[in-house]
């Protein structure tokens, strides 16, 4: 039999395999791609192409490849045929739809350009010999056989991996929980450049745990498909062809305006969706499986390609270490599972309790955290990578002036919160992680390590674990704040059971967190906690009422957010082993600071674009009045009876003018500078060094308004050129049959 | 509600004289009154709610295993443990939809969903606080105990809607959000009166079995009890998707109501599906596991502790799952 020596053998050239050859070729290792069959070939897909892997395939040189496919601009979400939402992807990112059949080839020609070796074959057996070689045994058709020998094989030979078969059989195989199924169709009509999602999916009166959709691959030729998971693991699926024919006649029927007729281009094809990653069983000394073979299949979304494409980089990534360094291959599962942290989780309850909603779907429009499929879908979708997110860029910039350990101190913290997050609660994951992220956390965190540093300590493992604690305590209430306050559907009880669970999952982490330093440190969390429940129970009564004082409001933000600070500096001072008088004007500069910040987060707030604007017109709704929103309303009597009528989507921006024009904001502004100098004093009452990193990130909360001015006087000026561009929102809710209607808001 | 101050309850069947801890303690260790004025109103309505105080009462009879059961800690241990409880229910009240808890408004519809997300905030963290004066051991085993009820909630929301939710992840949820708090009240009740490590032991493992058999016990009469008897609808779990131990052996043996149970269902569909479950023989085997658990719970102590505090700790058993045995055991009394 003819034996062929390489340095790795890919089992399977999907994206997987062909992305971890390319890579591995391009760097110089001899690799053999076997796979069973004639490219191109098909491959039942919904072809999308998120951001993401559009930029992995850049990292590819396909760039000139994609730029002829179609392009997608964002997702838009149909609810019962009725109301739509369409997501944008953020920052000009564009998605593409690629069929398959061209989408694999191009991958593969990839690799073989960078000197891959192609065998058509079926891998038949692997062993794994004593002298850290394994040798693959492949048949070629025609009776040949060949031996591949090779230090490390990557089984990238998809969902029903039979790479899978022959080194785990002893491992039961798991139930398919979900499958897809998907045909070419030729539309009437042009299609739009986004994926469209359609839920809720209801097949013979059953609404099942999924969705529809029609993802376009050219003008008037759309991938149209349905997915679902199963709704018990004991159930027969419906039937997939079944299911899709009755998804194809509703289009027909209800969107008959948006596509006109639909013919099918060939019979459709269906597959299980791979989402049953396991980081243990994913890889051993010697062997990686990749792309749906690992079952990387993302079990929110559905999306396939990216992370296949992404687990075969880091598939090549391990392997080139192990040649460096002789990492072993093993960590491989581990790697991912961090990158990827809702890999192999079972979301399969959300989507069921979806299905529970009959009224949900028509309410989705509501501003609620994370409802079962449309709405995660929705959330996660648009949204792949945690966005750009303001305090991340804003911290990392800051500590980016700092000493060397404070910055790595701060990526330890959150590191391990992260992984930390996305081992125990992987339900929460995605909100817990935006949440904490979005709204302080990292800036909490900063405070406990830069006052460690300003005393004149060492960050170590309670600085860490501080740190931890403190940035828990962000989510508690903004989650808290998301619980409905009047009408309660199933929906709002569903969302509320939701922010409830998460809300006590992100106290007890606090909790955890501190109790590992000691009582005293647990004592001080418990204070500060304590506050925030005070603050929050303030807020709620204080809702609606225009006439709050300035007074109550800062009463209320220092115990929310000055009393979060006060520990983070508190607690980091005492750590470094300063003294009680040391601590106490810590406390105080916590204290002053974090009234600054929450001040400066409200003119942000007034001034983002119109996007980020939802947010204060959600604020504004449930009668949560920032201090510049009440100082406006006290001068401006207009506005206030503009506010109490009730705020409307289109009015937001010309409220926000109204504000503006009372001159509320440069009072805050002036409150925000009084606050950042009292801080500044209140550190040189602890007889610190003149420069130290707290008065760094006192001077950052400072700035961080005087670059809000700098942003608005360049968008005063490029207004009249980029008003065109700027009318549409980047994320509009828009009725589809009864234009103008402003219900969705509601 | 009213009762008279000064009168107060004892524990049935024990040896020793233990007071329960009263309301006035339990509102005076919370520091409600220190508290914003927003959050004391809610804070004070809940504390005022507070039932039997059965796990307060875990600790101060498992007290007596140690040299010191009269400490003052051990008290306060007590109303922090029942404040963690009482966190629990504020929480439970927002998971379960609950509208009524001991014949009150729930402190949802008194003060509004926010206000129940607050105190119980707000309660969770004063039980923290009381423990961490305890010293590093007790705080810690809180805190271990606070995350386990969270995945234990977790894992039941999970479940929720699944008709084929199997007896190991019941025992997983309910091992979390229950069985955990009872085992760190009998712990504690031994280790702050002093009492030798492998007694503490012992009295963690009775805590966790005797809060298997109470949960146990409580599900069934969610099944099995009239609105007259528990202050909440009958077999409510039902509608919320909660198919607790009887559910999931009826559903082993009645093919056909996984499906009855997938429909959508009213307040009117209970009594069937409640006639169902019973007939399918769930409610009796769920009935063997309870007193299986209670018996190992009994025998721990029994086995493993001095006679009086065992005498005492299994009466605080056998009280929690008499209204169980009152059903189920009527023409057996004497087999017990």
């Not at chain 1, 490029?718 to 402003?742: K, Y």
Request: contains cysteine; glycine residues 10%.
């Amino acid at each position: 039999m003819p034996l062929e020596e390489t340095d790795t053998v890919v089992v399977g050239a999907g994206p997987a395999g062909s992305a971890c050859a390319a890579m591995l070729a391009e760097r110089g290792h001899a690799v053999t791609l076997i796979d069973q069959h004639h490219f191109p070939r098909d491959k039942a897909c919904g072809d999308g192409l998120s951001p993401t892997a559009v930029a992995a395939l850049g990292r590819l040189g396909l760039d000139i490849f994609l730029a002829k496919a179609q392009v997608i601009e964002g997702y838009r979400v149909v609810l019962d045929h009725r109301r739509e939402r369409i997501i944008r992807y953020a920052h000009g990112a564009r998605g593409r739809c690629v069929p398959r059949a061209f989408l694999d080839q191009a991958i593969l020609n990839a690799a073989l350009a960078r000197g891959a070796h192609f065998v058509r074959g079926r891998a038949r057996a692997l062993e794994f010999g004593e002298d850290r070689k394994a040798t693959v045994l492949t048949a070629c058709g025609e009776g040949k056989q060949l031996r591949l020998v090779a230090r490390q094989v990557v089984a990238s030979d998809g969902a029903t991996s039979a790479m899978r078969g022959i080194v785990q059989a002893d491992v039961p195989s798991q139930a398919v929980r979900a499958w897809g199924i998907r045909g070419y169709y030729a539309t009437e009509r042009a299609l739009d450049d986004f994926f469209d999602v359609y839920v809720p999916l209801e097949v013979q009166g059953t609404k099942l745990p999924g969705y529809g959709w029609v993802f376009p691959v050219g003008e008037r030729v759309a991938n149209i498909g349905v997915g679902y998971f199963r709704r018990r693991v004991a159930d027969d699926f419906p039937n997939l062809n079944v299911a899709l024919d009755a998804f194809v006649e509703e289009l027909r029927h209800r969107e008959r305006r948006r596509f006109g007729d639909i013919q099918s281009l060939g019979r459709p094809t269906g597959s299980p969706l791979a989402t049953n990653f396991h980081a243990k069983r994913s890889s051993s000394q010697m062997l990686v499986f990749a792309g749906d073979a690992a079952g990387t299949t993302d079990p929110f979304t559905g999306e396939g390609i990216a992370p296949a494409i992404e687990s075969g980089m880091l598939a090549a990534d391990c392997i080139q270490a192990s040649h460096l360094r002789g990492v072993s291959l093993a960590t491989y599962g581990r790697k991912l599972a961090v990158r990827m942290p809702r890999c192999g989780q079972d979301f399969s309850s959300l989507a069921r309790l979806a299905t529970q909603l009959e009224d949900g779907a028509h309410r989705l429009t509501s501003r609620l955290w994370m409802l079962g499929i449309p709405n995660a879908v929705l959330a996660i979708a648009s949204d792949p990578d945690p966005r750009p997110d303001p305090h991340r860029t804003a911290v990392a910039a800051l500590l980016h002036g700092m000493p060397a350990p404070v910055a790595a101190g701060m990526e330890s913290v959150e590191r391990e919160l992260l992984e930390e997050i996305a081992t125990s609660f992987p339900l929460a994951t995605p909100v817990i992680a935006r949440e904490t992220r979005s709204h302080g956390g990292p800036v909490y965190a900063a405070t406990l390590i830069c006052a460690v540093h300003t005393f004149g300590g060492e960050p170590g493992e309670e600085a860490a674990l501080g740190a931890q604690a403190a940035e828990y305590l962000a989510p508690f209430p903004v989650l808290l704040g998301g619980i409905s306050h009047c009408r309660r559907g199933k929906l709002e009880k569903l969302n509320d059971a939701l922010v409830v669970l998460i809300a006590d999952f992100a106290i007890s982490k606090s909790i955890a967190a501190v109790s590992r330093i000691g009582p005293d440190a647990a004592l001080q969390l418990a204070q500060a906690a304590r506050q925030v429940c005070e603050a929050g129970m303030m807020t709620a009564a204080d809702r609606y009422d225009l006439h709050r004082t300035q007074d109550r409001y800062i009463d209320s933000v220092e115990r929310m957010i000055g009393s979060v600070f006060a520990f983070a500096a508190g607690l980091g001072a005492e750590l470094a082993g300063a003294s009680p008088s040391a601590v106490r004007c810590a406390r105080r500069y916590g204290c002053e600071l974090g009234v600054a910040y929450q001040a400066s987060e409200d003119l942000i707030e007034l001034t983002a674009p119109v996007e980020g604007q939802s947010d204060l017109l959600v604020s504004l709704r449930r009668g949560v009045y920032s201090l510049p929103v009440l100082i406006a309303a006290g001068r401006d009597r207009r506005l206030r009876k503009r506010l109490t009528a009730g705020v409307g989507y289109s009015e937001i921006s010309e409220i926000v003018q109204r504000i503006r024009l009372t001159g509320a904001m440069d009072d805050v502004r002036g409150l925000v500078d009084q606050r950042v100098e009292s801080a500044r004093a209140a550190l040189a009452a602890a007889q610190c060094a003149t420069v130290n990193e707290l008065t760094g990130l006192a001077d950052w909360v400072g700035a961080r308004t005087d670059q809000l001015q700098r942003g608005r006087e360049e968008a005063a000026a490029g207004e009249v050129s980029g008003s065109a561009a700027n009318g549409t929102p980047v994320d509009t809710f828009a009725t589809l049959h009864s234009p103008g209607e402003d219900s969705a808001w509601q | 509600m009213n009762q008279a101050v000064g009168r107060q309850p004892t524990i049935n069947g024990s040896p020793y004289e233990i007071c329960l801890v009263s309301r006035e303690e339990i509102v005076l260790a919370a520091n409600a009154g220190e508290l914003a004025s927003e959050l004391s109103e809610p804070v004070g309505y809940v504390l005022a709610t507070t039932g039997k105080r059965l796990r307060s009462a875990i600790v101060l009879s498992s007290a007596h295993a140690g040299p010191d059961p009269h400490h003052q800690d051990v008290r306060t241990g007590a109303i922090a443990i029942e404040l963690g409880h009482l966190a629990t229910l504020a929480h439970d009240d927002i998971l379960d939809d609950g509208t009524v808890r001991r014949g009150t408004d729930t402190v949802g519809v008194a003060y509004g969903s926010l206000a129940s997300g607050y105190v119980g905030g707000a309660l969770v963290v004063r039980a923290s606080e009381l423990m961490a004066t305890f010293g590093e051991e007790p705080m810690r085993v809180f805190a271990r105990t606070a995350a386990e009820m969270c995945s234990g909630q977790m894992a039941e929301f999970e479940d929720s809607f699944d008709t084929t939710r199997s007896v190991e992840r019941y025992y997983l949820a309910i091992a979390g959000k229950t069985a955990s708090l009872f085992e760190v009240a009998a712990w504690l009740g031994g280790w702050l009166a002093g009492a030798p490590t492998a007694t503490v032991n012992s009295l963690a493992r009775f805590g966790r079995e005797f809060g298997m058999a109470f949960q146990i016990a409580d599900d069934i009469l969610d099944v099995l009890a009239p609105i007259s008897e528990t202050g909440k609808l009958q077999a409510k779990d039902l509608l919320q998707g909660v198919y607790s131990l009887p559910v999931i052996y009826a559903l082993q043996t009645d093919r056909e109501l996984g499906a009855a149970l997938e429909q959508p269902l009213t307040q009117a569909d209970l009594p069937k599906l409640v006639a169902r479950i019973r007939a399918s023989g769930g409610v009796v085997l769920a009935s063997h596991e309870c007193f299986r658990r209670a018996r190992r719970a009994q025998s721990i102590v029994h086995e493993e502790l001095e006679p009086a505090v065992a005498t005492s700790l299994a009466a605080l058993v056998e009280q929690s799952i008499a209204p169980i045995t009152r059903r189920m055991k009527p023409k057996h009394a004497d087999a017990a």
